[in-house]
């Protein structure tokens, strides 16, 4: 059976966070599929440029690699956290964004998340600061089936 590998971003801009509705009053994070043979670094950048992102954005850094045990949904999920740098004209015509304070509310009563199990645990690490190096997803990219 083959495992879909998603690719999500975590777009902050001016110290909050892209969220984008999915009908009804839920939101979700901004997510794809991994294409085959594109680097995730690529889908990244696909992701952010879906979004209207032009010009100058970094990616900070992966917030991590999930899955849900048990599900009948078979996918691997690889967060990265980008940063619109300051300056950006992007306008976002999707999505709202949110503080971190707002998203602690958000996360706490789970309401309004779309799939919130996965996207709760996500944004819960994600506002605990912390990031893997992108050094890690060298590793990943070199690695040969």
Do not use: W
Not at 69 to 92: H, L, M, W
Not at 102 to 120: H, R, T, Y
């Amino acid at each position: 059976m083959k495992v879909d590998i998603i690719i999500t971003v975590i777009i902050e801009k001016d110290a909050k966070v892209l969220l984008i509705p999915s009908g009804g009053k839920l939101f979700k994070l901004p997510k794809v599929s991994l294409k085959t043979h594109e680097s995730p670094r690529d889908t990244v950048r696909r992701i952010m440029k879906m979004f209207g992102v032009r010009g100058d954005f970094k990616i900070e850094g992966l917030v991590g690699i999930y899955s849900l045990v048990g599900s009948c949904d078979e996918s691997c999920t690889f967060v990265f956290g980008c940063i619109v740098q300051a300056g950006n004209k992007t306008r976002f015509s999707k999505g709202k964004f949110f503080s971190k304070e707002e998203l602690e509310k958000i996360v706490e009563e789970e309401k309004q998340l779309e799939d919130a199990s996965i996207n709760s645990m996500i944004l819960k690490d994600y506002l605990l600061g912390e990031k893997y190096s992108l050094d890690i997803m060298k590793m990943v990219e070199e690695i040969k089936l």
